[in-house]
């Protein structure tokens, strides 16, 4: 099977990219901590909604010191709009587990709640400058249509950039490579007349078939009702009774939902009320 030279594709990608970066508040710092928040806060979130919440985020909790004695309540209201509350609780008890420092090792990473092998590559990539693998949706997308003719799984994809990254580049590479999945090698209408890698690309051309996805449609899910319940408690400070809270709601599903959310840490029960967590 042909496969294009690394140095041949790192030259041309890095090219494009010096041309057509996106400028994205997160890559203007090397900063840990703010470069945790920013790969959290993607976590199945577009980026174009994540990129104001980041700079607001920042400025309340400009350290992980502020983020560990804030309240989580205070996080859940500065996390309002980015959804998958869970993420802003690991992250507040990420903070409060080492509110001074992130560790700068894979095992030290990946023993933090919230964070796994995926983040903890990208943590060490673009804050401490480390050379380590790593695949996410788009750069899968990328490098398996390039090589393999179709996008790759995530063992393949990271074996693949394994051999194929810029060590001393490593994360100007991947911020590529992210770019280029997320703005040319898209999923259903890939635009390969404008993709730098097009002539040494084995997929050219190719449109895959989008992969069906059994899941139930947010608007009936159990996800959009323990969102409205979060989002309801953030505009109660001082709590709703459990009627109160089902009519804000208006889903018959909301005290079962938020006794779960009790037992997970986002809620506290006091008095007969609920109230985000402190």
């Not at 400025?59 to 010191?65: D, G, I, V, W």
């Not at 090589?147 to 051999?163: C, F, H, K, M």
């Not at 809270?245 to 779960?260: I, P, W, Y």
């Amino acid at each position: 099977m042909y496969t294009p030279l690394p140095a041949a594709v790192r030259a041309r990608l890095l090219r494009w990219f010096d041309r057509n970066g996106r400028d994205l508040p997160w890559r203007r710092t090397t900063e840990p901590y703010a470069v945790l928040v920013s790969e959290i806060m993607a976590q199945q979130t577009q980026i174009a909604r994540v990129a104001p919440a980041f700079d607001l985020f920042l400025r309340r909790f400009p350290s992980l010191h502020a983020l560990a004695r804030a309240p989580l309540a205070d996080v859940l209201r500065a996390w309002a709009g980015l959804g998958y509350n869970r993420r802003a609780l690991a992250l507040h008890r990420l903070a409060r587990t080492v509110p001074s420092r992130l560790p700068d090792d894979v095992a030290g990473l990946l023993a933090l709640p919230g964070v796994g092998p995926y983040t903890a590559a990208a943590v060490l990539t673009f804050a401490f400058g480390r050379v380590v693998p790593f695949a996410d949706t788009n750069i899968r997308r990328v490098l398996g249509r390039l090589i393999l003719g179709r996008t790759a799984t995530v063992a393949e994809a990271t074996d693949l950039d394994s051999r194929y990254l810029a060590p001393r580049r490593s994360a100007k590479w991947h911020a590529a490579l992210m770019d280029l999945g997320a703005t040319v090698c898209v999923a259903r209408r890939p635009r390969c007349n404008l993709c730098p890698l097009a002539t040494l690309c084995r997929g050219r051309g190719l449109v895959e078939a989008p992969q069906a996805k059994r899941q139930s449609a947010y608007a009936t899910s159990d996800r959009r009702v323990r969102g409205a319940i979060v989002a309801a408690l953030r505009d109660a400070p001082d709590g709703l009774r459990p009627a109160e809270l089902e009519r804000v709601v208006g889903d018959a599903r909301t005290d079962r939902l938020a006794a779960a959310l009790v037992a997970e840490g986002l809620l506290a029960r006091s008095r007969s009320r609920l109230r985000l967590a402190r």
